[in-house]
């Protein structure tokens, strides 16, 4: 059986559970061979991180890619592309699981700063333009009544955006705010910095899935059996990547993963930290849940990101969650995901999930 999955942006970190997966022999035990077409689709999203460059949007360029390049699965989607998609007429892609399913950030001030109202002409981090983070940001700005285009001094790039590299430049005074990962937040208080999002309770209780994992109608309904399997080898992945012990093969793999990136800064970043290796964002039953899709589809309403139609019906028709949900049930009762489960309950004790 016979599988290609990619991702829809460029990071080598939104195929790393797939590369992981791969090379560990899940995808080989649950029957299936697999291929990663890695950094291929979307390559002018390199140019939206960069300052001065265009604004990223993968609506209408996802489908378009997934026939151009053969790709079944793609796990790493905004949540609002599938309906922005409907939206226009091309009521083709569906959700099929989860991918980013909480968001282990905060946003944090530079000292003298309490609120998102007091960021007006202030440096912002962000990493790329039109991303997951811009679409928050500006719609807690127009919230605010702050331009985001007019009233705000954009810092773009990987070190000012990225969640863990964005503690450094607000440490050293290069921006104001920005979305710092959690480990790094303690250390930016101490030293009178100001929490102004705490995005850990604004996972409760549905989480917040932000990226989803996707395939078109057409080759869900072709193969159901495919996908099921494509699931327990994943959540086998969002397990593994999370258990310390496994580090240094997760270390091979992003190397691996790293070496033929077109992205020179992709091929030249430090590998993840270990620090932050057990609370990584992957559900660790696949899943995502309907209530957690359509909190975050209101959020890009309000900001004006999708039109006001879209609603829980469309949710409704766009999450196809039955295979995910059927792998889980079948994989839960194995040995080995009963055993991670344990070795991980006091990460999830400590993180929330």
């Known amino acids: 059986m016979k ?7 460029w990071h080598a970190f939104h195929v ?15 029957g299936i061979d697999v291929e990663i077409v890695h950094a291929k689709i979307n390559p002018k999203a390199i140019s ?29 989607v905004h949540v609002r592309t599938p309906f922005a998609e409907r939206v226009l007429g091309n009521d083709e892609v569906r959700i099929i699981g989860g991918w980013r399913s909480q968001f282990r950030g905060t946003l944090v001030a530079a000292p003298g700063i309490k609120s998102i109202a007091e960021l007006r002409n202030k440096r912002i981090g962000d990493w790329y333009k039109g991303g997951i983070a811009t679409m928050w940001y500006e719609q807690q ?36 705010a920005a979305i710092v990962q959690n480990p790094f937040v303690p250390q930016l208080l101490e030293r009178g910095f100001n929490k102004l999002y705490d995005f850990v309770e604004d996972n409760k209780p549905h989480g917040r899935p932000d990226r989803v994992t996707v395939a078109r109608k057409s080759f869900i309904e072709r193969n159901p059996e495919l996908i099921k399997r494509y699931w327990k080898a994943s959540i086998r992945a969002y397990q593994f990547m999370r258990i310390k012990e496994n580090f240094p093969f ?55 990101a999708l039109p006001p139609t879209v609603g829980q019906a469309d949710v409704d028709e766009v ?13 839960s009762q194995t040995d080995e995901v009963k055993r991670n489960l344990e070795i991980l309950q006091p990460v999830i004790e400590r993180v929330g999930y």
């Open 250 to 304: 997760f270390r091979f793999v992003e190397a691996k993963l790293r070496v033929n990136n077109p992205d020179e800064a992709e091929r030249t970043r430090d590998l993840f930290p270990m620090m932050l290796m057990d609370d990584h964002f992957f559900p660790l039953d696949g899943q995502v849940s309907s209530q957690g899709i359509l909190r975050i589809l209101e959020e890009h309403k309000s900001g004006g």
């Open 141 to 176: 700005f127009r919230n605010a009544e702050i331009d985001p285009d007019r009233e705000i001094d954009w810092k773009i790039g990987y070190k000012y955006g990225s969640l863990r590299e964005a503690w450094k430049p607000l440490l050293a005074g290069e921006t104001d």
């Open 48 to 76: 939206s991180s960069r300052p001065g460059g265009e604004r990223y949007d993968e609506v209408g360029n996802v489908v378009r890619d997934m026939i151009a390049f053969g790709i079944d699965i793609i796990p790493d």
């Open 319 to 331: 999450l196809r969650k039955e295979l995910v949900e059927e792998a889980w049930h079948e994989v």
């Open 16 to 30: 790393q559970h797939a590369a992981l997966a791969l090379e560990a022999g899940f995808f080989a035990q649950e």
């Open 3 to 9: 599988l290609r999955i990619g991702n829809a942006c």
